[in-house]
């Protein structure tokens, strides 16, 4: 700790001991927080949230303490909601039991800003006592069967109206008052969208009628327009919520923003926010570590480079919910660590006040320390990746698969870890946002079954192909619009080069495809690794297409190939005696390739993508990183040899640039939590170097060393030993 930080830390901590009456007034803010912008401003964020017995019984001057050893630059502290911890004076603002005449959320409030730390406050507006739902029934969620909504998990709460008065009202004074007390930057919303299921509440029927001229539907089924519909006016609801909230807030102090815990969608998160917290806390059943860098990449998708932090816990995130628990640290580090790489500022929650078990205090901070030394390479400016990946969030609400035990989720996935196991550094854009400026800084557009797409939104694909960029898409990609209605051809059929034969083929068992040469025994690149292959599996769907024959166009990239891949259809699997193909040769490609100038486009009529994520067989790993590498057309930004699984990462910062590699070889990569760390080493990394760059100096950052490299053609050579968890190479220019 400098002199200037335990300076600044024993101010804070002797207020905090003494400030249990403290009234801080709404201009007492420190100087670190007088700019208008300060969302850029903290890197490491922490999270408090106090349990309603804490007031009295937990430690402010502990946690000040902590937070100043973890260099954590903004907190996030529980102030109001379900429970106040602060002397509201907002009618059925229900104070904690414990508060007497403290303000303990005043006294953190306090010591956070003489650490020179960013406050937001944390509200939790989704339950209620018996004394608001007496004075206010119609404050209260509504079940479909017309009863009010009781608490899942606490009995003697209610769930409140999310959509409602409760929030438009009650929670908007709540939220002002809180900002005019203490002068935060901010108000963090848990829970602040419906809970417990949809809400059938008089205001609910009267508004969504009002909006729509129709009834609340009693179903969830996407297909059901009643229903689509009610996802887009709570969306829409929500928004005006939003704004209402955000109003409110900076009509008390113009630079606080309030801060939803996930936005409505996507999409009104790039309209309205300047700073965001994804709240994806650990790992939980089958989900890998690259989870949590997939949903930094979502954000990122539509935030640009406005700051994104990641929330994690510390415990086990199972559905029993073990609230006060702890993980062990190689699980923690490599989840937070795929964050960091992709983009996310760390912050830990913790719950309650009063530990029961601080085996987690040492481990988070490392983390920190590590991510407080190296801060200078952890501002990125932009991503250097040359692939996106889109991300259809209409195909995840509105289309529900194109046949039975077909789901989107399942092909981005697949194509998610393909490009991981490929070493291939990717964005995620979103379909709202498919402007040449966020489209252009990619070679390569992947379309992974990305089913719902508008006819706009398919013109702005077909124009970024024809300024020169290029497509892999898979199985329904562009076959229904935005609103998941089937069209009778895919609305990307003359770039993808096929039309849709009307025809879903599948579940398909024991189907293969048949690898092709041409009259020269040569096949095409899309087929390295496979030389020694005359077949490989085929997926479990397929779509019926024919090929368009477009002329002006060369349907492969040697026009002398035959297709690439063929099927060869299903043949029984049982009894034993029968399992022979019944045909053996079709000229029904399995693969559609094309190349319209510098743009190259593949076609992939069947589910590779969710077949790889079923199975994960190798050959369709080593088909889709062929395809990715030959589509892309380009040398990658990157290289690396050497064994292991990794997320590699790019950006650039002001003065530099960054090769992020997490080591996710592990056993327990599929599901955690993870207990050892295996590290992989050494590996030989290329770095592609843009516009005549040159090197100042390389470090490695975790390794604290500076590496021997070698700059030849623009390419940065350099080795790096080994690798327990996470590597930054960082090329200062
Ligand atoms: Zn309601």
């Known amino acids: 700790m400098s002199d200037l930080t335990r300076r600044e830390f024993l101010e804070a901590t002797a207020a905090a001991g003494t400030l249990t009456r403290f009234r801080p007034k709404a201009d007492a803010t420190a100087d670190a927080t007088a700019d208008a912008t300060w969302f850029d401003r903290p890197m490491r964020w922490v999270q408090l949230t106090l349990v ?18 973890l260099h954590a630059d903004a907190a996030t502290l529980s102030a109001g909601g379900i429970v106040a911890y602060y002397p509201t004076e907002v009618p059925l603002h229900h104070r904690s039991a414990w508060l007497g005449d403290g303000d303990p959320f005043g006294a953190l409030v306090q010591g956070c800003r003489a650490l020179k730390m960013n406050v937001v406050a944390r509200v939790d507006p989704h339950a209620a006592r018996d004394d608001v739902k007496q004075a206010h029934p119609d404050w209260i969620s509504v079940a479909p069967d017309g009863t009010p909504r009781r608490h899942w998990a606490n009995r003697d709460l209610w769930v409140t109206c999310a959509l409602g008065p409760y929030n438009f009202e009650f929670m ?58 009610f996802v887009q006016w709570r969306i829409a609801r929500l928004t005006e919520l939003w704004k209402h909230w955000d109003a409110g807030i900076r009509g008390v102090r113009a630079e606080a923003r309030f801060i939803p815990n996930g936005p409505p969608d996507m999409k009104t998160a ?22 949590n860098g997939r949903r930094a990449k979502e954000f990122r998708a539509v935030m640009g480079r406005k700051p994104v932090a990641g929330i994690f816990s510390v415990g086990l995130e199972e559905p029993y919910r073990w609230k006060d628990s702890v993980q062990a640290e190689p699980e923690i580090r490599l989840w937070v660590a795929d964050a960091t790489a992709n983009g996310m500022r760390p912050w830990v929650t913790k719950f309650s006040g009063v530990l029961y078990d601080k085996r987690w205090l040492p481990m988070v901070e490392r983390i920190y320390d590590w991510h407080y030394r190296h801060e200078r390479y952890l501002r990125n400016e932009r991503s250097l990746a040359r692939v996106a990946l889109l991300h259809s969030e209409q195909t995840d609400q509105f289309h529900p698969g194109i046949a039975e035990g077909d789901r989107h989720g399942d092909h981005v996935l697949g194509m998610y870890q393909a490009l991981v196991e490929a070493r291939v550094p990717f964005d995620l854009v979103h379909e709202a946002l498919l402007t040449p400026d966020r489209l252009d800084q990619y070679k390569l557009l992947v379309l992974a079954d990305a089913a719902a797409l508008s006819t706009a939104q398919c013109e702005k694909i077909r124009q970024y192909v024809a300024r020169g960029g ?7 990609t562009s076959l229904f619009d935005e609103e998941g209605v089937r069209r009778s ?11 849709f034969a009307g025809r879903v083929e599948g579940p398909m068992h024991n189907s293969y495809l048949k690898l092709e040469s041409d009259a020269n025994g040569r096949r095409h690149p899309i087929l390295a690794g496979l030389e020694d292959a005359p077949r490989i599996i085929n997926g479990v769907f397929r779509l019926a297409v024919s090929d368009r024959g477009q002329t002006g166009v060369r349907l492969q990239s040697d026009p002398s190939l035959t297709p690439p891949l063929t099927l060869i259809p299903q043949y029984p699997d049982l009894p034993m005696e029968d399992v022979y193909p019944r045909v053996t040769h079709t000229d029904t490609p399995g693969v559609y390739l094309r190349e319209i100038g510098p743009s190259r486009v593949v076609y992939f009529p069947w589910d590779i993508d969710r077949t790889f994520w079923d199975v994960l067989a190798e050959d369709h790993l080593k088909l889709l990183a062929n395809a990715v590498a030959w589509a892309r057309n380009e040398p990658s930004p990157v290289e690396i040899d050497g064994h292991g699984v ?15 590699l997490v080591n996710l070889t592990n056993p327990m990569m599929m599901k955690g939590p993870l207990r050892e760390v295996f590290p992989i080493g050494p590996l030989t990394v290329r770095v592609r170097l843009a516009g005549g760059v040159k090197p100042r100096a390389v470090r490695l950052l975790t390794a604290a060393t500076e590496p021997q490299w070698i700059l030849s053609g623009g390419v940065l050579g350099v080795v790096v030993p080994s690798i327990d968890v996470h590597e930054v190479i960082a090329i200062d220019v």
């Not at 004074?173 to 935060?184: D, K, L």
């Not at 790039?270 to 989870?291: H, K, M, N, V």
């Open 470 to 476: 290029s497509l892999v898409a898979t199985f329904a």
């Open 270 to 291: 790039a309209e309205l926010a300047d700073i965001q917290f994804a709240d994806f806390q650990a790992r939980r059943g089958l989900t890998p570590p690259w989870a």
């Open 172 to 229: 908007d004074r709540v939220n002002r008052e809180i900002v005019a007390r203490y002068g935060v930057d901010g108000v963090f919303a848990n829970r602040w969208a419906p809970q417990g299921g949809d809400c059938y509440c008089v205001h609910c029927q009267e508004n969504f009628r009002r909006a729509t001229g129709l009834a609340l539907p009693h179903t969830v089924d996407p297909r059901d327009p009643g229903r689509r519909a």
């Open 489 to 499: 051809d895919f609305a990307l059929g003359d770039v993808l080069g096929v039309s």
């Open 52 to 69: 309603e017995n804490d007031p009295g019984r937990f430690d402010p001057r502990f946690w000040l303490d902590y937070f100043a050893r």
């Open 646 to 660: 990794l997320d590699v990462t790019m950006w650039r910062q002001r003065e530099s640039m960054t090769v992020h």
